[in-house]
């Protein structure tokens, strides 16, 4: 029978005790102090987990056998920043197939202090390695933003207008005490810091950091008998595209995007005017526009303005990013974790910028530059 | 042009010989799905519109324009910053990562849309990289 909206709650939420940079945390140990945290949170012990999530090759057996947690389920999704999303998606389902009861997500990563790091090379044989490493790309800042001319030239979307994405997250991390930057800045401040990639300058890209988050799943029957209160999942998609940048179909809209996001939708039987509060994964200062646009919450090359105006910032209509984003609160590597965990606050009614009477948020994902995408609709109340 | 030494160097697959032999030999070649007629890249041995692997090799004819790119500010082995990184789409349809030579890496003197054309750039005995330069007369 086919997952019905609000049959699995998320009951369990944590970061990592410290965010930003941990130099005495190897990766490993990122994963484990939040996947603490979040047993704490739900009053658990590792051997009340029976699923375990988290990214990557060999990671779940590691992270398991880290934790002292004997998994009956495990899933090692790993396509990026939004696998948490794609992890969500999973466990829900393998909780309603009764695969598992519990099931815990971790991600830690030692991005900044790169203590025990995942690898992350072009393989010279891979078509990445063969068609688009040959030609300068180093990492992300020079592979997200190469789209980013042909969306401003399709919608004509200035240099100010782009800027402005980085102004308004920097108004929610103001409020946040745990954001790395909170002192407020103007288009003119984004304009002129160092450029990194035209036409994206320093104040455009992500912060590079230390951290992690975890995740604890169950029945919405379960959550009841939790000490916190539940955040129901509502509904969830995913999709991927290309690992190539150079190859997405279209540079002004992420198709990756367009599967997933109405897939939530579908599944959580919502309209836009439902969201109370969404996170739209900001690795770079072009993806709220991109994400407004391809989840359906404004119309193709209205982000601009819809920005522009202050429907996203702090008292807006569209409350997005309100912990300040990957631009301004935290980005480890793999920042949709983070988005996950602000929508689980928000829904929760803790988080510092919290939203007044959030019922209803969205947490958005994308991985790699436009190569995949999750999206999870979370809500208190279960329908 | 000469490339500076420390580029990444690509690896061909025996999917992708037949490009990096054409490029060898001044030739930018692409394939084509049998059942739609319809070029493709990067190369396989099957079509990715119908998965027939009834396909053909031919040969572009190297004219593309710019779709877009960012001129990275920062150091990399191989390139002396600022340089662009470019995606180009060739007139056949299929759009491809390379870097513009001949021309001012400034947003300038690189225009979305403008003409562009092959520029076989070798980088060693095996491996020629197709980067593109403004089109001629244009």
Not at chain 1, 84 to 96: E, P, Q, S, W
Request: aromatic content about 8%; some cysteine.
């Amino acid at each position: 029978m086919t997952i019905k909206p609000g049959e699995v709650a998320i009951v369990g939420a944590a970061e990592t005790t410290k965010l930003g940079a941990i130099p005495d945390m190897a990766q490993i140990m990122l994963h484990a102090d939040a996947a603490l945290n979040a047993m704490a949170d739900a009053g658990l012990k590792p051997s009340d987990i029976d699923g375990v999530a988290c990214v990557g090759q060999m990671m779940p057996q590691q992270i398991a056998h880290y934790l002292g947690i004997t998994p009956k389920w495990v899933d090692g999704t790993g396509v990026g920043g939004c696998s948490f999303m794609l992890h969500v998606r999973h466990a829900a389902a393998a909780i309603h197939a009764g695969y598992a009861k519990t099931i815990l997500i971790t991600h830690g990563e030692s991005g900044k202090s790169r203590i025990n790091p995942i690898p992350r090379p072009p393989e010279p044989q891979s078509l990445n390695g063969q068609f688009e490493a040959p030609f300068g790309p180093m990492g992300p800042p020079t592979l997200f933003p190469i789209p980013v001319l042909r969306y401003m030239k399709k919608y004509g979307v200035t240099h100010e207008q782009m800027a402005m994405v980085a102004v308004v997250q920097r108004e929610w991390a103001a409020k946040n005490p745990r954001a790395a930057f909170r002192d407020p800045i103007t288009v003119e401040d984004v304009l002129n810091s160092r450029m990194i990639a035209y036409p994206f300058r320093l104040l455009q890209c992500c912060l590079v950091t230390d951290g992690g988050g975890a995740l604890i799943l169950t029945s919405a029957e379960r959550a009841k008998d939790f000490p916190t209160k539940p955040c129901y999942i509502l509904g969830s998609g995913e999709s991927v595209e290309t690992t190539m940048v150079s190859q997405m179909e279209d540079f002004t809209s992420s198709r990756a995007f367009r599967v997933a996001g109405p897939e939530a939708f579908r599944m959580a039987g919502l309209k836009h005017s439902d969201v109370d509060h969404l996170m739209i994964y900001d690795a770079f200062a072009h993806l709220p526009m991109y994400g407004l646009e391809d989840l359906g919450f404004v119309g193709r090359g209205e982000a601009k303005d819809f920005i522009w105006e202050g429907n996203t910032r702090p008292g807006g209509k569209l409350p997005l990013n309100t912990n300040g984003g990957g631009l301004s609160y935290t980005h480890t590597g793999m920042y949709g974790m983070f988005a996950l965990q602000e929508s689980v606050r928000q829904v929760r009614g803790t988080a510092p910028a919290q939203v007044p009477n959030v019922k209803i948020s969205v947490a958005h994902g994308v991985g790699g530059m436009f190569s995949a995408s999750g999206t999870v609709v979370l809500s208190n109340q279960q329908p | 042009m000469t490339l500076e030494p420390g580029r990444p160097r690509p690896e061909p697959t025996p999917e992708t010989k037949f490009f990096w032999d054409g490029t060898k030999n001044g030739k930018l070649l692409l394939q084509r799905c049998g059942d739609t007629g319809k070029p493709y890249f990067p190369p396989r041995p099957f079509s990715p519109y119908t998965g027939t692997r009834n396909v053909e090799v031919f040969e572009a004819s190297g004219r593309a324009t710019l779709h877009s790119y960012v001129i990275h500010h920062r150091p990399v082995p191989g390139f002396k910053p600022p340089y662009a990184i470019a995606v180009v789409e060739l007139e056949e349809g299929p759009r491809m990562m390379t870097n513009i030579v001949d021309c001012p890496q400034t947003p300038e003197a690189l225009v979305l849309d403008m003409p562009l054309e092959v520029a076989f750039t070798k980088m060693d005995d095996d491996i020629t990289l197709a980067l593109f330069r403004p089109a001629k007369g244009a």
